[in-house]
């Protein structure tokens, strides 16, 4: 779960080079994580489906948190952690 959030570290520049992971959820948590413009309290409430408790919720504010801290940072970083995911997400196992 916490995995989910983590991996969704993307730096939007990497568009071009990194093809569609062929998972709309997956994408879409990933669009909404490196938006800057989303709020922690925004970005939780739009990834509620994937949040089953208290414990997750923090991690996913945690995370949101770093990368708006970190946004320059992180680009590096987030190229490994999203193509980690888009192989390993239980969500997108089917795919």
Partial sequence: KIGLL???LRHPCLHAF???SGCQPLEDV???TINPE??????VESIREFIPGNATEKAAVQVKQ???NQIENLSDVSL????HAMYHSTFCALF
């Fill in 66 to 68: 770093c990368y708006l």
């Fill in 38 to 43: 989303l709020s922690t309290t925004e970005y």
């Fill in 6 to 8: 983590v991996v969704s």
């Fill in 30 to 32: 990933v669009e909404t």
């Fill in 80 to 83: 490994f952690v999203f193509q």
């Fill in 18 to 20: 990194i093809p569609g």
